[in-house]
């Protein structure tokens, strides 16, 4: 039975149930008139950035699709295709097609991202005033999961399109529509690169200025990088985020669909090569009865409502994966890896939630550790962060030896290796549901912004302050879950890699790679070496972006006293303006980083008459297995500091008398420092290896003509 069909259905069904949930959120109470005036501050913010930030993206966008079509057609990307027709021009004018296609698609994810977040988080701050704790959850949940649901319909009907655009022929068609996620990884790269700069640098200068120098609270409205502040929670955590997730649903199903070529060429049976997409449609069927699975109640945390909907979608997922296995005629072995890969986002889940949630001992030692100072605050949180990269990498590790195995168990040619391809559609089953908590940590965090700079406080502002707490681990998970779904793809996309370069050199069995060879070992050393200075430079551009915020409210303090006194109106659009400028001005060169670095090295081994094509993919295995483990660091390290800082504001950190620890003591001033140094880890710098990491496996799909 074919189930084609499915990809569209369930494409469609993602975008009604999406405009239902915006008529829901938007049709609730948006406040009082003080409140409406600062979230249409924050659109006003976040909407002026985004148009000068997709502005400069776009115009690199049309330069990289120009340049990659003719490298890519010039170097003989059409070898093994001329049989199908196609020229070397056809392929250079396909595969810069699909690249504009794919960075068109990730803009928009992005921008749908954040438009519904800022409508979505003056109903969440209106809903906790009136409402109460679970009429606040509903509202920052269905929110989120609008962009969920969008984002990844629109990753699913672009692949399928451009699939069929391009002739629908599962032995070929795979190998054209690779520039898609390859553009779709280039524009999320710098979304995410630009938002998480802005975001940070405004959010350090708010806390350091505000908190820290004024001693005035956060949010407070006589600070004028908070407006800052708000506009990027949103243009980083909701349009960086959405932009990333799209690419990385994009790329991993092309990846898979090339894995699928072989059992196709095996079997003769073509559904092997859209398995992807069709599991991936159960997986939106799934989500949707998640989500309206999450009612929050008033005497009990956010999070466990959240838990029930995501582990109502994990049943479900596992049901619909078993559907899709079944009636493609594959073997129970492949629906064994899918629910490896499944179970695996469940572990991640709870890993990141125990490290970066202050329920559990690594943030309660970070905030124990903080009563004597900064220094054993930054000491314990730096240690929790390294702790993670321990159990991130035995959970994808086992992942894919399991997923592996059960693969070859089927007997088919191609099959252990499409069993982690299994692996990770099933665990990206639950993207929307995923996506949708990580909006819900933005929202909460603009309605208690919200609320605190129009005044409101007692009972509501303790309902807020609780959200933002849940809404910190919800952006903390789901960076845990693209963690994993970016370590399961690397191996899925790396033999995709391996599978291209065999077919464009006419043979038969993939290249073995050797790391004894000395290209090779040169190429990973390379590759770890680009982790740390990528690193580095994006911290360094959030310092430095940080620092002209925290001058420039400096100034405004110095200048008008009136501020602090709360008789004059901080100027917030010109903290605005500089931040946007700077952090865009910043994003460039960290952006380009990745996408010269193996273009450079392949050409330079090619030239010198080294094995190019297996240095690069060196460069991809071992960069790779780096980014996985520096971002597992830089996320929990930096959620679990947040969080550190949470668990004093909300009131649950007590003193050795009982009495809870109060803001504005050495042991709160001690976490905020911890919490300001961990924003460009969590914020920046490690959600920006994981579009690395997948950008180095899209951008080695697609120009692996030039190393051959």
């Given at each position: 039975?074919?189930?084609?069909?499915?990809?569209?259905?369930?494409?469609?069904?993602?975008?009604?149930?999406?405009?239902?949930?915006?008529?829901?959120?938007?049709?609730?109470?948006?406040?009082?008139?003080?409140?409406?005036?600062?979230?249409?501050?924050?659109?006003?913010?976040?909407?002026?950035?985004?148009?000068?930030?997709?502005?400069?993206?776009?115009?690199?966008?049309?330069?990289?699709?120009?340049?990659?079509?003719?490298?890519?057609?010039?170097?003989?990307?059409?070898?093994?295709?001329?049989?199908?027709?196609?020229?070397?021009?056809?392929?250079?004018?396909?595969?810069?097609?699909?690249?504009?296609?794919?960075?068109?698609?990730?803009?928009?994810?992005?921008?749908?991202?954040?438009?519904?977040?800022?409508?979505?988080?003056?109903?969440?701050?209106?809903?906790?005033?009136?409402?109460?704790?679970?009429?606040?959850?509903?509202?920052?949940?269905?929110?989120?999961?609008?962009?969920?649901?969008?984002?990844?319909?629109?990753?699913?009907?672009?692949?399928?399109?451009?699939?069929?655009?391009?002739?629908?022929?599962?032995?070929?068609?795979?190998?054209?529509?690779?520039?898609?996620?390859?553009?779709?990884?280039?524009?999320?790269?710098?979304?995410?690169?630009?938002?998480?700069?802005?975001?940070?640098?405004?959010?350090?200068?708010?806390?350091?200025?505000?908190?820290?120098?004024?001693?005035?609270?956060?949010?407070?409205?006589?600070?004028?990088?908070?407006?800052?502040?708000?506009?990027?929670?949103?243009?980083?955590?909701?349009?960086?985020?959405?932009?990333?997730?799209?690419?990385?649903?994009?790329?991993?199903?092309?990846?898979?669909?090339?894995?699928?070529?072989?059992?196709?060429?095996?079997?003769?049976?073509?559904?092997?090569?859209?398995?992807?997409?069709?599991?991936?449609?159960?997986?939106?069927?799934?989500?949707?009865?998640?989500?309206?699975?999450?009612?929050?109640?008033?005497?009990?945390?956010?999070?466990?409502?959240?838990?029930?909907?995501?582990?109502?979608?994990?049943?479900?997922?596992?049901?619909?994966?078993?559907?899709?296995?079944?009636?493609?005629?594959?073997?129970?072995?492949?629906?064994?890896?899918?629910?490896?890969?499944?179970?695996?986002?469940?572990?991640?889940?709870?890993?990141?939630?125990?490290?970066?949630?202050?329920?559990?001992?690594?943030?309660?030692?970070?905030?124990?550790?903080?009563?004597?100072?900064?220094?054993?605050?930054?000491?314990?949180?730096?240690?929790?962060?390294?702790?993670?990269?321990?159990?991130?990498?035995?959970?994808?590790?086992?992942?894919?030896?399991?997923?592996?195995?059960?693969?070859?168990?089927?007997?088919?040619?191609?099959?252990?290796?499409?069993?982690?391809?299994?692996?990770?559609?099933?665990?990206?089953?639950?993207?929307?549901?995923?996506?949708?908590?990580?909006?819900?940590?933005?929202?909460?965090?603009?309605?208690?912004?919200?609320?605190?700079?129009?005044?409101?406080?007692?009972?509501?502002?303790?309902?807020?302050?609780?959200?933002?707490?849940?809404?910190?681990?919800?952006?903390?998970?789901?960076?845990?879950?693209?963690?994993?779904?970016?370590?399961?793809?690397?191996?899925?996309?790396?033999?995709?890699?391996?599978?291209?370069?065999?077919?464009?050199?006419?043979?038969?069995?993939?290249?073995?790679?050797?790391?004894?060879?000395?290209?090779?070992?040169?190429?990973?050393?390379?590759?770890?070496?680009?982790?740390?200075?990528?690193?580095?430079?994006?911290?360094?551009?959030?310092?430095?972006t940080a620092s002209k915020i925290i001058e420039e409210v400096r100034r405004q303090f110095k200048a008008d006293p009136g501020i602090l006194a709360g008789t004059s109106r901080p100027d917030y659009a010109r903290a605005v303006d500089i931040t946007a400028a700077a952090g865009l001005r910043e994003m460039i060169f960290p952006g380009l980083l990745p996408v010269l670095s193996p273009i450079i090295l392949g050409i330079f081994l090619r030239v010198t008459g080294y094995d190019s094509a297996m240095a690069i993919a060196g460069f991809l295995m071992v960069g790779t297995i780096g980014g996985?483990?520096?971002?597992?660091?830089?996320?929990?390290?930096?959620?679990?500091?947040?969080?550190?800082?949470?668990?004093?504001?909300?009131?649950?950190?007590?003193?050795?008398?009982?009495?809870?620890?109060?803001?504005?003591?050495?042991?709160?001033?001690?976490?905020?420092?911890?919490?300001?140094?961990?924003?460009?880890?969590?914020?920046?710098?490690?959600?920006?290896?994981?579009?690395?990491?997948?950008?180095?496996?899209?951008?080695?799909?697609?120009?692996?003509?030039?190393?051959?």
């Amino acid at each position: 039975m074919d189930l084609s069909w499915l990809v569209w259905t369930a494409g469609l069904i993602a975008v009604l149930f999406a405009l239902y949930l915006i008529r829901d959120v938007m049709r609730r109470d948006s406040g009082t008139p003080a409140m409406q005036d600062i979230a249409g501050r924050i659109l006003e913010g976040a909407v002026a950035f985004l148009r000068r930030q997709y502005r400069t993206i776009a115009i690199l966008a049309i330069v990289a699709a120009v340049a990659v079509g003719a490298v890519v057609g010039l170097l003989g990307g059409e070898r093994g295709l001329e049989a199908y027709g196609i020229t070397g021009f056809g392929i250079a004018w396909r595969t810069a097609l699909a690249f504009m296609a794919g960075a068109l698609c990730s803009g928009i994810s992005g921008i749908i991202g954040m438009y519904i977040s800022v409508k979505s988080n003056l109903r969440c701050a209106a809903a906790a005033a009136k409402g109460g704790l679970s009429e606040a959850v509903t509202v920052a949940i269905r929110g989120g999961a609008v962009s969920g649901f969008l984002i990844v319909a629109l990753s699913l009907l672009g692949v399928a399109g451009i699939y069929y655009m391009y002739g629908g022929n599962p032995e070929v068609t795979p190998h054209l529509i690779i520039g898609f996620g390859f553009g779709a990884s280039f524009v999320a790269l710098f979304a995410q690169l630009g938002g998480g700069i802005y975001t940070k640098a405004a959010d350090m200068g708010a806390d350091l200025v505000g908190k820290v120098e004024a001693g005035i609270p956060e949010d407070d409205p006589r600070n004028a990088a908070v407006i800052a502040d708000l506009v990027g929670d949103n243009v980083g955590d909701c349009a960086g985020r959405g932009a990333d997730l799209f690419e990385s649903t994009a790329a991993e199903n092309i990846g898979a669909m090339i894995l699928g070529i072989t059992l196709y060429l095996a079997t003769g049976n073509a559904a092997w090569v859209l398995f992807p997409l069709v599991v991936r449609a159960f997986g939106i069927l799934a989500s949707i009865i998640g989500i309206m699975f999450v009612r929050g109640k008033d005497n009990e945390s956010p999070m466990n409502a959240l838990n029930r909907g995501y582990f109502t979608a994990v049943g479900l997922s596992i049901i619909g994966i078993f559907i899709a296995n079944q009636t493609i005629g594959g073997d129970l072995w492949l629906f064994g890896a899918g629910v490896i890969g499944i179970l695996t986002s469940v572990a991640m889940v709870f890993i990141t939630q125990y490290y970066t949630e202050f329920r559990y001992n690594p943030v309660k030692e970070i905030a124990n550790a903080s009563r004597t100072g900064p220094a054993t605050n930054i000491v314990s949180g730096t240690a929790v962060g390294l702790e993670t990269a321990m159990p991130t990498a035995i959970t994808i590790g086992a992942a894919l030896l399991l997923s592996y195995w059960m693969g070859g168990q089927t007997g088919i040619a191609g099959g252990a290796v499409f069993g982690t391809a299994a692996a990770t559609m099933g665990m990206l089953m639950t993207c929307p549901f995923i996506l949708a908590m990580d909006t819900f940590g933005p929202i909460t965090d603009n309605a208690n912004g919200v609320i605190e700079m129009a005044g409101v406080g007692g009972k509501v502002r303790k309902i807020t302050d609780h959200l933002d707490a849940v809404g910190n681990t919800t952006k903390a998970l789901t960076k845990g879950y693209a963690l994993a779904s970016a370590g399961l793809a690397a191996f899925l996309l790396f033999e995709a890699y391996l599978e291209r370069v065999a077919f464009l050199r006419g043979e038969t069995e993939m290249m073995a790679v050797d790391l004894s060879r000395i290209e090779v070992f040169v190429g990973g050393l390379l590759a770890v070496a680009l982790v740390f200075f990528f690193s580095a430079v994006a911290i360094k551009a959030v310092g430095k972006t940080a620092s002209k915020i925290i001058e420039e409210v400096r100034r405004q303090f110095k200048a008008d006293p009136g501020i602090l006194a709360g008789t004059s109106r901080p100027d917030y659009a010109r903290a605005v303006d500089i931040t946007a400028a700077a952090g865009l001005r910043e994003m460039i060169f960290p952006g380009l980083l990745p996408v010269l670095s193996p273009i450079i090295l392949g050409i330079f081994l090619r030239v010198t008459g080294y094995d190019s094509a297996m240095a690069i993919a060196g460069f991809l295995m071992v960069g790779t297995i780096g980014g996985i483990m520096m971002a597992a660091y830089l996320n929990n390290a930096g959620g679990a500091w947040d969080n550190a800082k949470k668990y004093i504001e909300t009131g649950e950190m007590l003193e050795k008398d009982g009495s809870p620890v109060m803001k504005h003591t050495v042991t709160h001033a001690a976490t905020v420092v911890g919490d300001t140094v961990g924003d460009p880890f969590k914020d920046t710098a490690g959600p920006s290896i994981h579009v690395l990491i997948k950008l180095l496996s899209t951008i080695t799909l697609v120009l692996a003509p030039l190393f051959i």
